[in-house]
C-alpha cells in the first residue's frame, strides 16, 4: 500500500468511527449540557465536521468550504459557530443541532475530503502549506491533523458523554 492509500484508509476509518459513535445519540443527549466546561454532544459533533470543512477546503485547498456553498445553512446548526478566537463554549451552549441534517452534512464533507485526498500524488504529500495560526507543514500533516486525529480526539469526548448519559460509547 502506497502513503495515499493508507491516508484514505486512516481518513475511512475515523469517519467510521465518528458516525458510528454517533448512531442512537438521541435529540435530548445531543443537547444536553454535561455540566462543567465540557460541550454538549451535538456541538461537539458539529465543530468536528465544521473544522474539517474548513482546514481542508478553505485553508488548505484554498476553495470554498461546503458550508459556505451548496451547505449554507443546511448543517443542522441553528447558527453558525463564532470566528476562530471568539465564544465557543457560548456559541456550544446555545446551539441546537438537528443530527440527521448534520449527519447529511458530514456525509458531503466525509466525500469531499476522500475525493480531494484520491486526487494527490504521494509526491503532494511533501507540499508545505502555511496556515495562519497553525503554522507552515505538510500537507500530509494537516491531512492526518484534521481528518484523523481531530475528529478521533472529540469523538472520544461523545463517547464518554454517551456513557455519563447511559448510552453505548464508542460502536465497537
Known amino acids: 500500500m502506497n502513503a495515499i492509500g493508507l491516508l484514505k484508509e486512516q481518513i475511512e476509518g475515523a469517519h467510521e468511527i465518528v458516525e458510528g459513535t454517533i448512531e442512537g445519540v438521541t435529540d435530548e443527549q445531543a443537547q444536553k449540557s454535561p455540566g462543567g466546561i465540557a460541550h454538549p454532544i451535538g456541538a461537539t459533533y458539529l465543530h468536528t465536521l465544521l473544522a474539517e470543512d474548513f482546514i481542508l477546503n478553505m485553508m488548505v485547498r484554498g476553495t470554498q468550504p461546503l458550508v459556505m456553498g451548496d ?3 443546511k448543517t443542522g446548526a441553528s447558527e453558525p459557530p463564532p470566528p476562530p478566537g471568539g465564544d465557543m463554549y457560548g456559541w456550544a451552549c446555545r446551539v441546537k443541532v438537528d443530527l440527521g441534517q448534520a449527519r447529511r452534512y458530514a456525509q458531503a464533507v466525509y466525500k469531499s475530503t476522500l475525493d480531494y485526498v484520491g486526487s494527490l500524488g504521494e509526491a503532494d504529500l511533501n507540499r ?3 496556515v495562519p495560526g497553525f503554522g507552515k507543514h505538510s500537507l500530509a500533516y494537516y491531512l492526518t491533523i484534521s481528518a484523523v486525529i481531530h475528529p478521533s480526539n ?4 461523545v463517547s464518554a458523554l454517551k456513557g455519563v ?3 453505548k460509547g464508542y460502536p465497537f
Open 71 to 73: 451547505w449554507a445553512g
Open 128 to 130: 508545505e502549506i502555511d
Open 165 to 167: 448519559f447511559g448510552s
Open 154 to 157: 472529540h469523538i472520544g469526548e
